[in-house]
């Protein structure tokens, strides 16, 4: 079972990047998805989060409102659009799956990516 996160970047203040995380192995039709993002220094913490269905999602409160994540779940892929960045979002970013809805803490996933860098410069 492998989970791809693609998509990071080196952008500026204001731009727009897409993550894409591809699982292979399995399909993932049935988990949660989420994304969660890791800052130099920082612990790893929780930014987005797609039901099973695609019917429900989640968001820290730094990142609602500029972030959205989605699922192609025959294409056994989720997504993480990012807009309006701002350099606080620059971070190491994984996507990870689980089976409950307890999709804030890492503890509760199940499967993990190995992350992809995005840098925002100002």
Known sequence: VQLQASGGGLVQAGDSL???CAASGRTFSRYNMGWFRQAPGKEREFAAAISWSGGRTYYADSVKGRF???RDNAKNTWYLQMN???PED???YYCAAQYNWKIVTTDNYDYWGQGTLVTVSS
Do not use: G, Q
Request: net charge positive.
């Open 68 to 70: 959205t994540i989605s």
């Open 90 to 92: 620059t971070a190491v």
């Open 84 to 86: 309006s960045l701002k």
């Open 18 to 20: 897409r993550l894409s």
